[in-house]
């Protein structure tokens, strides 16, 4: 590859990025500021949707952490804060007897899912009217495949 391709195939990633960047920076600020999170912020609710998706119903604060969409560099606070208000609830880990596993109580598996209905139907309103559905569709396999070509891990 000449020097001049090598420039413009670097020049085009980055152009990418800070699109696919963007893009995603604008649809999360409207999604923030719509109804789905005037009772629960995006934050909080990502903690509450990572625990409805895991098939045992319990994680550990570190896998928690792991699984986040939204980096959480002060994630045991915003966990007490959702076990004040009795939407998770911390359980002695069955194999590790200094270890805790968190899981949703009633209260917050049944909050996620009424956040859950309305955070899809803001994501439909937004991305409907923007995309075809065959775009969606070629958006979904692109992001998947930029997902599985990356190392695993944060």
């Not at 966990?79 to 968190?102: F, T, Y």
């Amino acid at each position: 590859m000449t020097e001049q391709a090598t420039f413009s195939a670097v020049r085009l990633a980055a152009e990418t990025w800070e699109s696919l960047f963007r893009a995603q920076v604008s649809v999360m600020r409207r999604l923030q500021a719509g109804p789905a999170f005037k009772r629960l912020p995006v934050k909080e609710y990502d903690v509450l949707f990572t625990l409805s998706r895991c098939p045992s119903g319990q994680l550990r604060l570190n896998e928690i952490n792991d699984h986040v969409l939204i980096h959480q560099s002060s994630l045991s606070r915003l966990v007490d804060r959702l076990e004040k208000r009795g939407l998770v609830e911390r359980m002695a880990a069955p194999d590790d007897g200094r270890g805790v596993l968190l899981g949703l109580t009633d209260a917050g598996r049944e909050l996620q899912r009424e956040i859950g209905r309305d955070h899809v139907r803001d994501i439909a309103a937004l991305i409907g009217p923007a995309l075809t559905v065959e775009e969606q569709r070629e958006l979904l396999r692109l992001t998947e495949k930029l997902r599985g070509a990356l190392p695993r891990g944060r």
